[in-house]
């Protein structure tokens, strides 16, 4: 006869078909039923922590949701900084973990609900007679409200037979949030009609608008209106068209492009929260820019913003580009760009009446007047620094040329982040994550590796890192060389340091020996489990990337870059911190 732990692992096979975790006395049942009954796949990580982050990657990845499990305690109470960075970054997944007794706490208990609430997620706990309807209804709150969900089995209730398991009914998903009433009926006309007056447009998408499908709308609204377009970090790739895309913004993006933007007098901003490195604390726009922002957030997410839109991205863009179809056709209109006569794009201008209409010379938009690749260039380094170590640009920039073009990119935290981002072009937000940094946290990416490596089962995982992020999650190492076999690559940033801290701390004269790691053999460390590592000392160490790239991923090793860097390069974005808190 079926278990509580079986009903809950049926149920939740039905709509979840990865699940990560490390086995205990808590999750044991949950853990049996999974692998004996249910087409799920498990893959085991080395710290519960990686549960998390796995299920978190796999969801980031994929756009599927994911699971991760734990025993109850202190298996629990690993997951807490992960489950903290899935909260803040609004990424669905459910927890299983064993818990308390229904009689109470034992001496190793504790209030596992208080702990998972105080880092903002909710707990569903389920009973014998309840189990699979409880399991649907933490799905469901997942995916409605983009957050993770602890999902509790009482100890004592684990193994109790609970008979067959039910039909549970379908997770609601909630349908995408369309702009609604005369408020927001109205922002969006004024939205429409200032992106046809404006003379330097642009749009500005997060993953937010990736999320909500809104990439070829936002494409098409790019061309009607003749913008400029950018991103944030995580939505990098949500523009299809990378000819007029400055890339990324704030202190990852290119100078040129960052002045491009302060040009704008329109800018409407789809899906992004407008964090401060976002808008380079504060700094992004021009004062006189015209600012709209388009979320599903409750309000505005910045002081900057003017106007703003509760509304799914792709939505609300396809409502704009509907209201300049109309003004186009509407011959009281004299133009689809307004009544000024430079933000013509391919014909003509039609002014004065119908009857007596005459035609100007047009002028091309903006947009074409620029040059985009000119502006988003960065500085290309040397190949060593002044220290004699590799410098990290002319790494990033010859690392991006060998990489396989199918790639999806983890990235821990630290002050490394910004060489991939700057350097390494990625096809889509989904292609490009960074988990930790909503929660301003490392130690994250090994785990990384074996959510993104599940998702995408034909793709190359390429995994960023610093060493102290490295060596804070050093237990998952093993865990990506097995998921991710030949199709992972593993690029340490080796600065033997904490480099971020250096940069801000040690500037200010504090003491550096707190901030200083021992110079470790990552290389070593990836052959220990089964990978191939590389010692990177010269642009020329590189070279096995480009044949380990040609070799077939069945049959070659896990690949570690372990990169000797100087940490005198300070990245750009660091820079902008560094002058922001001095």
């Known amino acids: 006869m079926p278990t509580v732990s079986a009903h809950v692992a049926l149920t939740l096979a039905q709509h979840i078909d990865a699940v990560f975790g490390v086995m205990g006395n808590g999750n044991a049942y949950f853990l049996d039923a999974i692998e004996t009954q249910t087409d799920a796949v498990f893959t085991a990580v080395r710290h519960e922590q990686g549960a998390v982050v796995a299920a978190d990657a796999h969801f980031r990845a994929s756009g599927r949701i994911a699971a991760g499990t734990s025993t109850y305690g202190a298996g629990f109470t690993n997951t807490l900084t992960a489950l903290a960075e899935a909260v803040q970054a609004h990424v669905p997944l459910v927890l299983v973990v064993g818990d308390e007794p229904t009689s109470g706490p034992r001496p190793w208990d504790v209030d596992q609900i208080a702990l998972a609430s105080a880092v903002g997620a909710r707990t569903y ?120 895309d400055l890339g990324v913004t704030g202190g990852f993006g290119a100078e040129g492009a960052m002045e491009l933007i302060r040009e704008a007098d329109v800018a409407v901003v789809f899906g992004a929260a407008l964090n401060q490195f976002t808008m380079r604390f504060g700094a992004l726009f021009a004062p006189g820019t015209r600012v709209f922002q388009i979320d599903i957030a409750p309000a505005a997410t910045h002081a900057n913003i ?104 983890v990235s821990d935290g630290g002050h490394f982040i910004g ?4 350097y390494w072009p990625v096809a889509a937000p989904d292609r490009m994550m960074m988990i930790g940094t909503a929660f301003q946290s490392i ?75 021992p110079e470790v053999d990552f290389a070593a460390f990836g052959a220990a489990v089964g990978a191939e590592g590389v010692v990177v000392r010269t642009l020329d160490d590189l070279d096995r990337l480009a044949t380990w790239a040609e070799e077939d991923p069945a049959t070659r090793r896990f690949l570690l870059l372990d990169l000797r860097i100087s940490g005198d390069v300070i990245a750009p974005y660091q820079q902008e911190i560094i002058r922001v808190n001095s």
Request: aromatic letters at 4%; proline letters at 7%; a negative charge.
């Open 125 to 244: 706990t389920v009973g014998r007679a309840d189990a699979a309807a409880t399991t649907v209804i933490a799905i469901e709150h997942a995916l409605t409200y983009r957050v993770p969900v602890v999902l509790a089995i009482p100890y004592d209730v684990a193994s109790l037979e609970a008979g067959e398991v039910p039909p549970a009914p379908e997770p609601r998903i909630p349908s995408p949030l369309r702009p609604r009433g005369e408020f927001a009926e109205g922002m969006l006309e004024q939205i429409a009609g200032a992106l046809r007056d404006a003379e330097r447009p642009l749009l500005l998408a997060g993953r937010g608008a990736w999320l909500a499908g809104a990439s070829d709308a936002l494409g098409r609204l790019a061309s009607v209106t003749g913008a400029l377009t950018a991103t944030t970090a995580l939505g990098r790739g949500v523009f299809p068209d990378a000819r007029y």
């Open 306 to 409: 003017g106007g703003f839109v509760r509304a799914d991205a792709r939505l609300a863009a396809e409502a704009i580009i509907e209201r300049l179809a109309s003004a186009a056709a509407n011959p009281s209109i004299v133009h689809i760009f307004g009544a000024d006569p430079r933000r013509a794009a391919s014909a003509p201008v039609t002014t004065g009446t119908p009857s007596t209409a005459t035609e100007t010379t047009p002028v091309r938009p903006w947009r074409e007047t620029v040059d985009v690749a000119a502006a988003r260039a960065y500085d290309e380094g040397d190949a060593l620094a002044p220290d004699g170590r590799l410098d990290p640009r002319s790494a990033a920039r010859r690392i991006a040329e060998l990489l396989p073009e199918d790639r999806v990119v």
């Open 419 to 422: 060489w991939a981002n700057m």
């Open 443 to 517: 130690g994250q990416g090994w785990p990384s590796v074996v959510g993104a490596a599940l998702a995408r089962r034909e793709s190359t995982v390429v995994l960023t890192s610093g060493d102290g992020g490295g060596l804070m999650a050093i237990a998952d190492l093993e865990s990506a060389v097995r998921a991710a076999a030949g199709r992972g690559i593993a690029v340490i940033w080796n600065d033997a340091a904490y480099g971020a801290e250096v940069n801000l701390y040690g500037l200010k004269g504090l003491a550096e020996g707190p901030m200083l790691i």
